[in-house]
C-alpha cells in the first residue's frame, strides 16, 4: 500500500488537498513528466535536507534526454532509471524553507515540485517545543549533548544473531562468524547480520534495525537482505515529557528481523518519554521519511506496539495516516483523554472506600462500582497513572530536581502533569498556568448500573456520589466535582484528540491484539479488555463499519503470545499486499474492506494451537465469552454508552422517578448536593462534541511560533 496509497484515502476527508499530493500518475495520463516525492508524500513536511523523488517518464520520452535541477543545480546524476522506466534519486542540499525542482526534456512541458524542508531538530508541525529538555544520548552510546537540540553523531553498529539464539555484538561485518544464525528473505537464506543505525532526529534517539547484506544500504539499489517492509515500533506509559528518552519502541526483534523486516523506532515513539500523540507522529514521519532516504521506496508500513504503543497507533493513523499502512496494537486504549476519566474516578474512588463514608461497601459492591473483573484494577490504576493528573506526583527527579518542581509557592515552577505534553492544543489557563484540561465529573452518576442492579443500596448510591467530590487544577482531591475546561473541549475534539475513528482509521487495517489481562489471575491490570470494544464502537458508530478492525484475544503466556504474535503479523502482511495488487476502482476503504484475508476474523486463543474464530459483536458469547469475560468500567457503569463520547456530559435534571429504587428524604439530600446543576444525559451529545477539524493539523515548524490548530497548507501542484 505505501504512503501514496494511503495518503489518497485521506482524500475522502481532506480532498482536494491529498488528492494533490497523492497523483504520481497524473505524469503519465497526461503524456508529460511528473516528479513525486517518495520519501514523504507530503512535499510540505519534508526534513533534514534531503528528499528522494521519482521522476515518472510517459514512453515517448527518452530518460536520457530528461533533466532534474533543485532550485536551478543540476541533480539529474543523483537519479537512476528504475526497471518500469521511472527515474529515482535522492536529491539532497536543500535549504530551510520552499526548493523548487523541476523536471524537463527538449520540446517537453516541464514539471515543478516545490519541497518545503524543515530543520533535522524538528517541529515540522507539532508546534512549540517543551523546555526544559533534558539530553540522553548518551544513554545510547551516543556522544554527549547539548540542550534544547539534544543532538549527536549518527552512530552504526552491527550484531548477529549466533545458533543459539543470543544477539552479538560484531565489530566488522563483513567477517561472519562461524556460529552465526541465518534468515530467510523471500525465500532465499541470508546471514543473521543486523544492521543498527541509531541517531537524532526531532529531538529524539531513533533507531534502524536491518538485516545487512554486506554494502552500505542505498536508495537506488534493492538491498537483497531487506523484503522491502518497514515495522515501525511503539513504547507505552504517559507522561509529562521535558527529556529525550532512554528507550525506543525497540527494534533489535528477532521475529520482524528473521523474516526481513526493517524496524524503526525513536524515543518520542513511547508515551511514557512523551504523552502527546502529535509529537509522536511527527518523530515517526520524520525517523520514516529518513528510513526511505536511506533505503529505498518502502512497500508498506506495519505499526506494533502495546498500552500507550497502541494509543498512539490508533490516534496517528486517524489523525496523521499514511505514516502507518496497517496497525497491530495490543492491549489498546483508544486515546490518553479518555482513558483519563477512569484513572481518575479510580483515585476517587480509592479515596472515598479509604475513608469513614465508605468502609460500609463490601469488596463485592466496590467491584461492581468500578464495572471492572476485579476492583484491585481500580487500586492499580491509582497507583501507577492517577499522578498524571496531578501538579508533579510524577515529576522524576533526576530530570526536574525538587526546587524547580512547581507547587503554591513557587507557581512559576515546572508542571509535571501529562496534559503538559498537549499543551500547544489545550492552551493555558492564564489565572493558573496549568493547560486547560478536559477533566470532568460533573453529573456523573457513580454505581448506578451498580444500583439498578441491586448490588449497592440506595444509601450507598447516595452517599457515594455526595462524597466522592473531584480533583482541583493541581490534581489535589477537593469536595467539588471536577468541571472541564470549554477551551479545552472544544481543542480536543476539533483536533481528534478524543479519537473519533472518523478520518484515517477508517481506511487502515487493525488487527487489535487483546491480551486477556483482567482476567482472574491478572486482576490487578490496568489493561482491561473493554478498550478494545470501546474503540470497536466509535468506528461503527463514525462509519458504518467496523470491518477493517479484527480483535483476537489471548493469554498473556509466553507460548500464546508468540502464537499471537506470529499469526497476527502474517495476516496484516497478506491484508496489506492485497490492498497494494488491488488496481480496481473501488475507494480505499471498501478495498481495505474486501481485501481482508478470507480466515481473518475475530477470535481467541485457547491456547497455543487453537485459534478459535468467532465474531466478537458481542462478547460475553460463546467460547471466547466465556474464557475471556469483558468487564467494563467506571464511567459505563455510570450510564456512559460503550462509545465513551463524551469527557463532559451535557446534563439533565435530577428526578427521582427515573430510578427503579426509592431514596429516603435524607438520601434525596445527598443526592441534590451531589448533583445541583443535573445529572448526566447520554441521550445528548457531550458538551463541546464536534467532529474533527480534518486530519495532518499543523501547531506551526517554528519552536516560538504562535500554535493552533491551523490546518497544513495544500500541496503545492507538480
Same mark, same amino acid.
Given at each position: 500500500?505505501?504512503?501514496?496509497?494511503?495518503?489518497?484515502?485521506?482524500?475522502?476527508?481532506?480532498?482536494?488537498?491529498?488528492?494533490?499530493?497523492?497523483?504520481?500518475?497524473?505524469?503519465?495520463?497526461?503524456?508529460?513528466?511528473?516528479?513525486?516525492?517518495?520519501?514523504?508524500?507530503?512535499?510540505?513536511?519534508?526534513?533534514?535536507?534531503?528528499?528522494?523523488?521519482?521522476?515518472?517518464?510517459?514512453?515517448?520520452?527518452?530518460?536520457?534526454?530528461?533533466?532534474?535541477?533543485?532550485?536551478?543545480?543540476?541533480?539529474?546524476?543523483?537519479?537512476?532509471?528504475?526497471?518500469?522506466?521511472?527515474?529515482?534519486?535522492?536529491?539532497?542540499?536543500?535549504?530551510?524553507?520552499?526548493?523548487?525542482?523541476?523536471? =524537463?526534456?527538449?520540446?517537453?512541458?516541464?514539471?515543478?515540485?516545490?519541497?518545503?524542508?524543515?530543520?533535522?531538530?524538528?517541529?515540522?508541525?507539532?508546534?512549540?517545543?517543551?523546555?526544559?529538555?533534558?539530553?540522553?544520548?548518551?544513554?545510547?552510546?551516543?556522544?554527549?549533548?547539548?540542550?534544547?537540540?539534544?543532538?549527536?553523531?549518527?552512530?552504526?553498529?552491527?550484531?548477529?544473531?549466533?545458533?543459539?539464539?543470543?544477539?552479538?555484538?560484531?565489530?566488522?561485518?563483513?567477517?561472519?562468524?562461524?556460529?552465526?544464525?541465518?534468515?530467510?528473505?523471500?525465500?532465499?537464506?541470508?546471514?543473521?547480520?543486523?544492521?543498527?543505525?541509531?541517531?537524532?532526529?526531532?529531538?529524539?534517539?531513533?533507531?534502524?534495525?536491518?538485516?545487512?547484506?554486506?554494502?552500505?544500504?542505498?536508495?537506488?539499489?534493492?538491498?537483497?537482505?531487506?523484503?522491502?517492509?518497514? +515495522?515501525?515500533?511503539?513504547?507505552?506509559?504517559?507522561?509529562?515529557?521535558?527529556?529525550?528518552?532512554?528507550?525506543?519502541?525497540?527494534?533489535?526483534?528477532?521475529?520482524?528481523?528473521?523474516?526481513?523486516?526493517?524496524?524503526?523506532?525513536?524515543?518520542?515513539?513511547?508515551?511514557?518519554?512523551?504523552?502527546?500523540?502529535?509529537?509522536?507522529?511527527?518523530?515517526?514521519?520524520?525517523?520514516?521519511?529518513?528510513?526511505?532516504?536511506?533505503?529505498?521506496?518502502?512497500?508498506?508500513?506495519?505499526?506494533?506496539?502495546?498500552?500507550?504503543?497502541? *494509543?498512539?497507533?490508533?490516534?496517528?493513523?486517524?489523525?496523521?495516516?499514511?505514516?502507518?499502512?496497517?496497525?497491530?496494537?495490543?492491549?489498546?486504549?483508544?486515546?490518553?483523554?479518555?482513558?483519563?476519566?477512569?484513572?481518575?474516578?479510580?483515585?476517587?474512588?480509592?479515596?472515598?472506600?479509604?475513608?469513614?463514608?465508605?468502609?460500609?461497601?463490601?469488596?463485592?459492591?466496590?467491584?461492581?462500582?468500578?464495572?471492572?473483573?476485579?476492583?484491585?484494577?481500580?487500586?492499580?490504576?491509582?497507583?501507577?497513572?492517577?499522578?498524571?493528573?496531578?501538579?508533579?506526583?510524577?515529576?522524576?527527579?533526576? +530530570?526536574?530536581?525538587?526546587?524547580?518542581?512547581?507547587?503554591?509557592?513557587?507557581?512559576?515552577?515546572? +508542571?509535571?502533569?501529562?496534559?503538559?505534553?498537549?499543551?500547544?492544543?489545550?492552551?493555558?489557563?492564564?489565572?493558573?498556568?496549568?493547560?486547560? =484540561?478536559?477533566?470532568?465529573?460533573?453529573?456523573?452518576?457513580?454505581?448506578?448500573?451498580?444500583?439498578?442492579?441491586?448490588?449497592?443500596?440506595?444509601?450507598?448510591?447516595?452517599?457515594?456520589?455526595?462524597? *466522592?467530590?473531584?480533583?482541583?487544577?493541581?490534581?489535589?482531591?477537593?469536595?467539588?466535582?471536577?468541571?472541564?475546561?470549554?477551551?479545552?473541549?472544544?481543542?480536543?475534539?476539533?483536533?481528534?484528540?478524543?479519537?473519533?475513528?472518523?478520518?484515517?482509521?477508517?481506511?487502515?487495517?487493525?488487527?487489535?491484539?487483546?491480551?486477556?489481562?483482567?482476567?482472574?489471575?491478572?486482576?490487578?491490570?490496568?489493561?482491561?479488555?473493554?478498550?478494545?470494544?470501546?474503540?470497536?464502537?466509535?468506528?461503527?458508530?463514525?462509519?458504518?463499519?467496523?470491518?477493517?478492525?479484527?480483535? *483476537?484475544?489471548?493469554?498473556?503466556?509466553?507460548?500464546?503470545?508468540?502464537?499471537?504474535?506470529?499469526?497476527?503479523?502474517?495476516?496484516?502482511?497478506?491484508?496489506?499486499?492485497?490492498?497494494?495488487?488491488?488496481?480496481?476502482?473501488?475507494?480505499?476503504?471498501?478495498?481495505?474492506?474486501?481485501?481482508?484475508?478470507?480466515?481473518?476474523?475475530?477470535?481467541?486463543?485457547?491456547?497455543?494451537?487453537?485459534?478459535?474464530?468467532?465474531?466478537?459483536?458481542?462478547?460475553?458469547?460463546?467460547?471466547?465469552?466465556?474464557?475471556?469475560?469483558?468487564?467494563?468500567?467506571?464511567?459505563?457503569?455510570?450510564?456512559?454508552?460503550?462509545?465513551?463520547?463524551?469527557?463532559?456530559?451535557?446534563?439533565?435534571?435530577?428526578?427521582?422517578?427515573?430510578?427503579?429504587?426509592?431514596?429516603?428524604?435524607?438520601?434525596?439530600?445527598?443526592?441534590?448536593?451531589?448533583?445541583?446543576?443535573?445529572?448526566?444525559?447520554?441521550?445528548?451529545?457531550?458538551?463541546?462534541?464536534?467532529?474533527?477539524?480534518?486530519?495532518?493539523?499543523?501547531?506551526?515548524?517554528?519552536?516560538?511560533?504562535?500554535?493552533?490548530?491551523?490546518?497544513?497548507?495544500?500541496?503545492?501542484?507538480?
Amino acid at each position: 500500500m505505501g504512503w501514496l496509497a494511503a495518503i489518497s484515502a485521506t482524500a475522502l476527508v481532506l480532498a482536494p488537498t491529498v488528492a494533490l499530493a497523492a497523483a504520481p500518475g497524473n505524469g503519465l495520463a497526461a503524456g508529460r513528466l511528473a516528479l513525486v516525492a517518495v520519501s514523504n508524500p507530503r512535499p510540505d513536511l519534508v526534513s533534514g535536507g534531503e528528499v528522494l523523488v521519482r521522476v515518472d517518464v510517459p514512453n515517448h520520452i527518452n530518460a536520457a534526454d530528461v533533466q532534474i535541477t533543485s532550485d536551478g543545480r543540476d541533480v539529474t546524476s543523483s537519479f537512476q532509471v528504475q526497471s518500469d522506466g521511472s527515474m529515482l534519486g535522492l536529491v539532497t542540499g536543500l535549504t530551510i524553507g520552499r526548493n523548487r525542482l523541476v523536471a =524537463s526534456a527538449p520540446g517537453q512541458v516541464a514539471s515543478s515540485l516545490d519541497v518545503i524542508d524543515h530543520s533535522i531538530n524538528g517541529p515540522v508541525f507539532s508546534g512549540k517545543q517543551q523546555l526544559p529538555y533534558v539530553c540522553q544520548t548518551t544513554s545510547f552510546g551516543l556522544a554527549a549533548s547539548s540542550p534544547p537540540d539534544c543532538f549527536a553523531p549518527t552512530v552504526v553498529s552491527y550484531e548477529y544473531k549466533n545458533t543459539s539464539g543470543a544477539f552479538v555484538p560484531l565489530a566488522d561485518p563483513t567477517a561472519i562468524p562461524a556460529n552465526a544464525a541465518t534468515a530467510t528473505v523471500n525465500g532465499q537464506s541470508v546471514p543473521y547480520v543486523v544492521r543498527i543505525e541509531t541517531g537524532v532526529i526531532d529531538r529524539a534517539v531513533y533507531q534502524i534495525a536491518a538485516l545487512f547484506d554486506g554494502r552500505d544500504p542505498s536508495p537506488l539499489r534493492p538491498d537483497t537482505s531487506w523484503n522491502g517492509k518497514l +515495522i515501525y515500533t511503539f513504547g507505552g506509559g504517559c507522561n509529562s515529557g521535558y527529556h529525550q528518552g532512554t528507550s525506543t519502541g525497540g527494534v533489535l526483534n528477532d521475529q520482524f528481523l528473521s523474516l526481513g523486516y526493517a524496524v524503526a523506532s525513536s524515543t518520542l515513539n513511547v508515551l511514557d518519554n512523551n504523552c502527546s500523540t502529535i509529537i509522536s507522529a511527527e518523530a515517526a514521519m520524520m525517523v520514516k521519511e529518513h528510513f526511505i532516504n536511506t533505503y529505498g521506496p518502502v512497500q508498506f508500513t506495519i505499526g506494533w506496539g502495546g498500552s500507550g504503543g497502541a *494509543i498512539q497507533q490508533y490516534e496517528i493513523a486517524d489523525s496523521y495516516p499514511g505514516i502507518l499502512d496497517g496497525i497491530i496494537p495490543s492491549i489498546s486504549f483508544p486515546d490518553p483523554l479518555t482513558t483519563a476519566g477512569p484513572v481518575t474516578d479510580c483515585k476517587m474512588l480509592d479515596s472515598f472506600f479509604n475513608g469513614p463514608n465508605g468502609s460500609s461497601f463490601m469488596t463485592a459492591q466496590k467491584t461492581a462500582v468500578s464495572g471492572y473483573n476485579d476492583y484491585t484494577t481500580c487500586k492499580s490504576w491509582d497507583a501507577t497513572f492517577a499522578n498524571r493528573s496531578t501538579a508533579t506526583g510524577s515529576c522524576n527527579p533526576a +530530570i526536574i530536581p525538587p526546587a524547580e518542581q512547581w507547587s503554591p509557592t513557587n507557581p512559576t515552577g515546572i +508542571i509535571c502533569n501529562s496534559d503538559e505534553q498537549i499543551v500547544n492544543q489545550l492552551g493555558v489557563d492564564p489565572t493558573t498556568g496549568f493547560p486547560n =484540561s478536559p477533566l470532568d465529573n460533573v453529573g456523573v452518576q457513580y454505581g448506578l448500573a451498580a444500583l439498578d442492579s441491586r448490588a449497592i443500596t440506595p444509601a450507598q448510591f447516595a452517599t457515594l456520589n455526595a462524597d *466522592i467530590g473531584g480533583m482541583n487544577f493541581a490534581g489535589v482531591e477537593v469536595p467539588q466535582r471536577t468541571e472541564a475546561s470549554l477551551t479545552a473541549l472544544h481543542a480536543v475534539y476539533a483536533d481528534d484528540l478524543v479519537n473519533s475513528a472518523s478520518l484515517g482509521l477508517r481506511t487502515t487495517p487493525v488487527i487489535d491484539q487483546r491480551l486477556d489481562l483482567d482476567s482472574i489471575g491478572f486482576g490487578n491490570d490496568i489493561h482491561t479488555t473493554d478498550w478494545s470494544f470501546i474503540i470497536r464502537a466509535r468506528m461503527l458508530a463514525a462509519n458504518g463499519t467496523d470491518g477493517n478492525q479484527v480483535i *483476537i484475544e489471548n493469554m498473556p503466556t509466553a507460548a500464546e503470545i508468540n502464537a499471537a504474535n506470529t499469526y497476527e503479523l502474517a495476516e496484516m502482511d497478506a491484508w496489506l499486499t492485497n490492498i497494494e495488487n488491488d488496481h480496481s476502482h473501488r475507494s480505499v476503504q471498501q478495498k481495505v474492506l474486501d481485501d481482508k484475508p478470507g480466515g481473518l476474523t475475530d477470535g481467541c486463543f485457547l491456547s497455543a494451537t487453537n485459534l478459535v474464530h468467532q465474531t466478537l459483536t458481542d462478547p460475553g458469547t460463546g467460547q471466547c465469552g466465556a474464557t475471556y469475560p469483558v468487564a467494563s468500567n467506571p464511567r459505563l457503569v455510570a450510564g456512559e454508552p460503550l462509545t465513551m463520547p463524551a469527557l463532559k456530559c451535557s446534563l439533565k435534571p435530577l428526578n427521582f422517578r427515573n430510578y427503579p429504587v426509592t431514596f429516603t428524604a435524607a438520601e434525596r439530600a445527598q443526592l441534590r448536593q451531589a448533583f445541583p446543576t443535573g445529572v448526566c444525559d447520554y441521550n445528548r451529545p457531550g458538551v463541546g462534541v464536534r467532529a474533527p477539524i480534518a486530519s495532518w493539523l499543523s501547531y506551526g515548524d517554528n519552536p516560538d511560533a504562535v500554535v493552533g490548530p491551523f490546518p497544513l497548507p495544500p500541496p503545492p501542484k507538480g
